[in-house]
Nanobody, 118 residues
Framework: QVQLVESGGGLVQPGGSLRLSCKAT????????MGWYRQAPGTQGELVAS??????????YYTDSVNGRFTISRGDAENTVYLQMNSLKSEDTDVYYC?????????WGKGTLVTISS
């Protein structure tokens, strides 16, 4: 089992920055991939960014709308994942969920709200 806890959401003005963190706890040796999804109520969720573990070359993915503005990274212990979000726009407002994939099974955090507003 893997438990994911997110932190770092909040309110920021357009053009500002936020850094989301997610820590995985539980019984596991390594997590193949971690990432961030976002979803507003009543909408389909979107994969924002993901990263494989360092032993899998730390391959990253970004959805087009955040490419060049967001950076995903994993901590040295590889049970943490970060999302540095710069040049934030109003359309980035959403609940952001941390995701982990372990042996083909998906795990989710409870989400952290990010609000971009002046």
């Amino acid at each position: 089992q893997v438990q994911l806890v997110e932190s770092g959401g909040g309110l920021v003005q357009p053009g500002g920055s936020l850094r989301l963190s997610c820590k995985a706890t539980g019984t596991f040796f390594s997590i193949d991939s971690m990432g961030w999804y976002r979803q507003a109520p009543g909408t389909q969720g979107e994969l924002v960014a993901s990263i494989t573990r360092n032993g899998m070359d730390g391959i990253t993915y970004y959805t087009d709308s955040v490419n060049g503005r967001f950076t995903i990274s994993r901590g040295d212990a590889e049970n943490t994942v970060y999302l540095q979000m710069n040049s934030l726009k109003s359309e980035d407002t959403d609940v952001y969920y941390c995701n982990a994939i372990l042996f083909g099974k998906y795990y989710w955090g409870k989400g952290t709200l990010v609000t971009i507003s002046s």
